[in-house]
């Protein structure tokens, strides 16, 4: 019963590190599989199809296109290099893709439900900060911080 549970569980988990990988797989012809380049969050048995799946998501749920996190083409700008780690948002997008599989893994995942309530098992995703802009919260709150809690210092880029 608790087994079943966490197989759910873990299968849920497989999926929210792709945002969100509804598979296909069912009622799509097998073309030739497209090849991953540069994969470094996705798990190794990702296929192209899920990532892209996984894609589609992500620009809905921050509303941006993709050229916000891929590069265009050298040769051909008109076009997007989906490989490409030159657009410096595809590294912060690769944290937040780690920094919301982390939530999911070490807390969410603590959460116990029973065989009855396993439906309602929710997770993380890029929309449940973002809501359909790349930058959640927008301006920086107005309120000052509670008492005793310290507001981290936003350091230059020399580091400390
Ligand atoms: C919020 C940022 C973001 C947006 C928007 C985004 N991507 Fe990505 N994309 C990534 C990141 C990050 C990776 C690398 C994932 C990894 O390293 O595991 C990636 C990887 C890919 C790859 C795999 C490339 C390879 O072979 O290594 C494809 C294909 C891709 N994206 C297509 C798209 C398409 C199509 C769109 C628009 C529908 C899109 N992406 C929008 C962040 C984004
Ligand atoms: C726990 C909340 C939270 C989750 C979950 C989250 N983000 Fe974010 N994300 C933020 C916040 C807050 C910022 C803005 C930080 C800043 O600008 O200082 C941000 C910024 C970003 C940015 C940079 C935007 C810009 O214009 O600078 C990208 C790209 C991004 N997130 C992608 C993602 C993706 C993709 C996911 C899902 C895999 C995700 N985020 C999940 C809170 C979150």
Redesign the pocket.
């Known amino acids: 019963m608790i087994l079943q549970h966490r197989k759910k569980l873990n299968l849920l988990l497989v999926l929210t590190i792709a945002?969100a990988l509804i598979t296909q797989s069912f009622n799509v012809r097998q073309q030739q599989p497209k090849k991953l380049k540069n994969i470094k969050v996705f798990p190794a048995t990702a296929t192209y199809q899920e990532v892209d799946h996984a894609m589609d998501q992500?620009k809905v749920?921050?509303g941006v296109k993709c050229n916000?996190?891929h590069a265009p083409e050298k040769d051909n700008p008109r076009k997007m290099d989906m490989p490409s780690d030159e657009n410096p948002?595809k590294e912060?997008?690769r944290n937040?893709?780690r920094?919301?599989d982390d939530?999911n893994k070490k807390y969410i995942a603590t959460i116990k439900h029973t065989e009855q309530d396993t439906t309602k098992i929710q997770l993380?995703?890029?929309n449940?900060?973002?809501r359909g802009v790349?930058?959640?919260?927008g301006k920086a709150p107005a309120a000052t911080p509670p008492q005793g809690l310290q507001v981290p210092k936003i350091v230059g880029t020399s580091g400390k």
Request: glycine share 4%; hydrophobic share 40%; aromatic share 12%.
């Open positions: 945002g992500y749920d921050l916000y996190c948002m912060v997008a937040m893709i920094m919301t939530l993380v995703t890029c449940t900060c973002h790349p930058k959640p919260f």
